[in-house]
């Protein structure tokens, strides 16, 4: 198929589906017109066998992803469309420059069809906290996509583009993929530049790759994975051609099912399809070993004081002064009150009031310090569970199904809906989360968590799982 | 309580590096560019933008610290240091915090052994911030950030200078050290040396420290040393009526020749230091400060003090800037761009450098083509730079000659 005939195919499902405000409200930023003019451009390169530069080349031309229409979470910087972070106080910004991600796809032949919905600077598990309003699940409506990449999972699921890219900082790939029936993969942190991922908090965020397949997920992240010299804590290590994992046999591979993520107090349907997905990887060959991360419990205390801490210094640039939204307050000091109450929404003022207390001269040793002690720990748990021969773990993605928009006010009961992902984010380690099943028509994700830069593990185990899924026609 | 009262000053010196570009991107450091020129991504703190340490800055800084007796650490740790204010792009500052690129070295402030000297506390390294301009529009303020994310060096003493005087020595020496290892053009006049200092008094002959107050705002190093007397008079006076010293910032009015202090907003800031997550632990390995060491070594090990005494001697030492250029410039010689050096008879070489002249001694031997110059340890750096006109100085490739004539 060509560029133009893919991209088109996509914006006509984005219309069947309603992606926009009046459906879905995945989609917050699209620009038909460029796109298409875009994939035509494409298709005339791979024709007349152009290479990225414009120069002949005797393989396939501009093209190793096959021209795919790709959607991209609005954190992350792209020419063209606007990235505004699901954001107020960046209404109507248009980044000058592009994430090296996106640079990464478009020259692979991927095209930018749109912008998601998240919520606000990807403080959310659930995407309402947006300031284009909620988005909604393509499985039911009436329910959230989980958060914060809600509308790159929602463009997934409801057929629109194969690959969208998200963002992680403490689990918004794994939970929507999980609550969309998709596959969603978070990288070892250091894999993938966050050179134009606008910054949430910065030892945390990874750029990851929502797939409609594990196939299309290996795909997305063997494009985008590598060093980059603009990244600091890019890693400079080869990349492994993870499609090949789907070749591999799980023979031997151990899995390690950690009782911590599998507390008496979980809904038992959960359990089921997460213990049903390890009995087929035994059948398939796989050791099953109980295991135990001992700090696992401390994980979303700890989330919530690193993470508000670094929030609360990456988006004080966020002023007024020099892009963004602006509002006239009395003298500078006014403006910076107008501008930022005005600017940003309830969950992102109550984390930067978090953070920057919890940094403040006299607490820091009580909060930061101690926060970062246990984040050690937790990563020691990681570490020696991994060094006693375990390969990956097998736990839940969420400890619920997708739940009824509006259900959850209470902010410490969302944030426990990360309490399975954050912890990969707080030691660095890769992750993905996998239809496993579903309990009343809802998904269920099962997550596997690898040691750091075993990613190719990772997907082994998911590309084992969702074919044994699929041969029974157990998965859609 | 009576006298005789003693001063107690501490100077904190930031130096701006002479790297050709800036600390965390590749923008120019130039000086004079159009407003907002020499910015991008980076330093502009676009959303989405990180920093890139320049490991240029780093060599600069880790020469300062040796040069200064410092010992450089292989594991040093960058920090956020938060405040809002319009020409801090990010809203904080990259600088480092509790570990420093070095500690622990010393100032001489006389020749020979045994002699008198200062403490150095610590060097750190860290970004400078934009500027604010508020006197061009009516109304508004402008922000210029072709200064932001400049390398800067903060060079802290211990408490141990005793006079207004010696801290005049301390500074003049200091700024000797950083020309003569090519470090910083180290120039109060253009902000590419500023000090701040921290002042007590205590009866003589006392142990324990007084209340400190710190004295910003200070234009040259006369004025440093003329606003250290006025406020050690100041704190004498309240501990002789009785009265306690508050500890803030004062602020140095050259003009009334007095001190104020700041309004409070100006000082109370709890900056909420954190590691910079953005930057990995800077590391250096002990072969690699070796090397550095014994560079600053063997340039230490050059005549110094008899460069410093020619230019005694030929008495272009105590001039200012402004009047050297009356002095130096025989009637009718213009500088030029591309004049490079003017050989003004017994004045020896007056060069160029962006809006400044700097002197050199009369040296027959010293050919402007300043590497016999150089050797003789006769040049100071910007003058070597200027003299070799396009061609790069050797000593550090990103700097290039041309920068400079091209102000």
């Known amino acids: ?476 | 309580m009576a006298g005789p009262w003693e001063m107690v000053i501490g100077l904190e010196v930031h130096v701006q590096l002479l790297t050709k570009t800036k600390l965390f991107c590749p923008c120019s450091t130039a000086f004079g560019a159009p407003p907002n020129a020499n910015t991008c991504p980076v330093c502009l703190a676009l959303p989405g933008a990180l920093p890139v340490l320049n490991r240029g800055a780093v060599r600069l800084a880790a020469r300062a610290a040796y040069a200064l007796g410092c010992t450089v650490h292989e594991e040093s740790v960058f920090a956020r240091k938060n405040y809002f204010y319009p020409d801090l792009p990010k809203g904080y500052q990259i600088s480092q915090f509790d570990r420093p690129l070095a500690t622990g070295g010393f100032l001489a402030l006389e020749d020979g052994p045994g002699a008198r000297g200062v403490r150095i506390h610590r060097v750190h390294m860290e970004e400078d911030a934009g500027k604010s301009i508020h006197d061009r529009y009516p109304g508004h303020s402008a922000i210029d950030l072709n200064r932001s994310g400049t390398p800067l060096i903060e060079i802290v003493s211990e408490p141990d200078l005793r006079s207004a005087a010696d801290a005049g020595v301390y500074l003049r020496r200091l700024k000797q050290i950083l020309e003569y290892t090519e470090v910083s053009d180290a120039n109060m006049e253009e902000g590419s040396l500023r000090v701040d200092a921290n002042v007590s008094v205590r009866a003589a002959g006392a142990d324990a420290l007084g209340t400190k107050t710190e004295i910003k705002n200070m234009n040259s190093f006369s004025g440093v040393e003329r606003a250290l007397e006025v406020e050690f008079a100041r704190q004498v006076a309240l501990v002789e009526r009785g009265e306690r010293v508050v500890q803030q910032t004062m602020l140095w009015d050259a003009g009334s020749g007095t001190v104020r202090p700041a309004r409070s907003k100006e000082e109370s800031h709890d900056y909420r230091y954190f590691p910079e997550p953005d930057l990995p632990p800077l590391r250096l390995t002990s072969a690699v400060l070796a090397e550095w060491r014994e560079a600053v070594g063997a340039q230490r090990a050059e005549p110094f003090q008899q460069r410093e005494r020619a230019l005694e001697r030929s008495g272009l030492r105590s001039l200012e800037p402004r009047k050297f250029r009356e002095v130096a410039l025989a009637p009718g010689k213009q500088l030029e761009r591309g004049a490079g050096e003017i050989d003004a008879a017994n004045l020896g070489i007056v060069l160029r450098r962006e809006r400044t002249l700097f002197a050199l001694v009369p040296q027959p031997q010293a050919h402007p083509r300043c590497g016999a110059a150089r050797a003789a340890g006769t040049l100071v750096r910007g003058s070597a730079r200027d003299a070799l006109e396009h061609e790069a100085v050797e000593a550090d490739g990103r700097i290039e000659a041309h920068d400079a004539c091209e102000a």
């Open chain 1, 1 to 476: 198929m060509s560029a133009v005939a893919a991209v088109e195919a996509a914006f006509r499902r984005a219309d069947e589906v309603r992606a926009g405000p009046d459906g879905l409200n995945a989609f917050v930023h699209v620009d038909r017109e460029a796109a298409v003019a875009e994939a035509a451009e494409l298709d005339r390169m791979v024709a007349e066998r152009l290479d990225v530069a414009g120069r002949p080349t005797h393989d396939a031309g501009r093209s190793p992803l096959g021209a795919r229409p790709i959607a991209v979470k609005d954190n992350i910087a792209t020419l063209g469309l606007p990235t505004t972070c699901g954001s107020r106080i960046l209404a109507g910004y248009r980044s000058p420059y592009e994430a090296t991600v996106v640079r990464r796809l478009r020259e692979a032949g991927a095209i930018v069809i749109a912008k998601t919905n998240m919520d606000e600077f990807a403080m959310g598990s659930s995407t309402e906290q947006s300031a284009y309003g909620p988005t909604l699940n393509p499985v039911d409506r009436t329910r959230v996509p989980g958060g914060s990449s809600g509308g790159s999972a929602a463009a997934v699921a409801a057929g629109i583009v194969r690959i969208a890219l998200g963002s992680e900082t403490g689990g918004s790939v794994r939970q929507p993929a999980a609550f969309c029936g998709v596959v969603g993969v978070k990288p070892t942190y250091g894999r993938v530049s966050r050179y134009g991922l606008v910054a949430f908090a910065s030892s945390l965020d990874q750029v990851g790759v929502f797939g409609k397949t594990v196939d299309d997920a290996a795909h997305g992240l063997s494009v985008i994975a590598g060093h980059d010299e603009r990244d600091s804590t890019s890693i400079d290590l080869p990349v492994p051609d993870f499609r090949a994992a789907a070749r591999e046999s799980l023979e031997g591979l151990v899995i390690g099912r950690p009782r911590e993520y599998f507390p008496d107090t979980l809904d038992p349907r959960i359990r089921d399809v997460c213990d049903a997905a390890a009995e087929r990887l035994r059948g398939l060959g796989a050791v099953v070993r109980d295991v135990s991360l001992p700090h696992t419990s401390l994980a979303i205390p700890v989330y919530y004081i690193v993470a508000p801490a670094e929030a609360s210094s990456n988006l004080a640039r966020f002023d007024g002064v020099r892009y963004g939204l602006r509002l006239a307050g009395d003298g500078l000091t006014g403006m910076y009150e107008a501008t930022r109450s005005g600017g940003f929404g309830a969950e992102v003022t109550r984390r930067i009031l978090l953070g920057t207390y919890v940094l403040s001269a006299g607490y820091y040793d009580a909060y930061y310090r101690k926060a970062m002690a246990i984040r050690a720990l937790i990563r020691q748990d990681f570490v020696r569970v991994f060094a006693d021969g375990v390969h990956v773990l097998l736990t839940p993605t969420a400890p619920t199904t997708a739940f009824r928009l509006g259900a959850i006010s209470d902010p410490y009961e969302m944030y426990l809906s990360d309490i399975y992902t954050a912890t990969a984010n707080l030691a660095g380690i890769p992750g993905i989360s996998v239809p496993g099943g579903t309990v009343d028509g809802l998904p269920v994700g099962v997550q596997f968590l690898a040691t750091h830069f075993d990613e190719y593990r990772l997907f082994a185990a998911a590309y084992a799982l969702e074919r044994s899924l699929t041969e029974q026609g157990e998965h859609p």
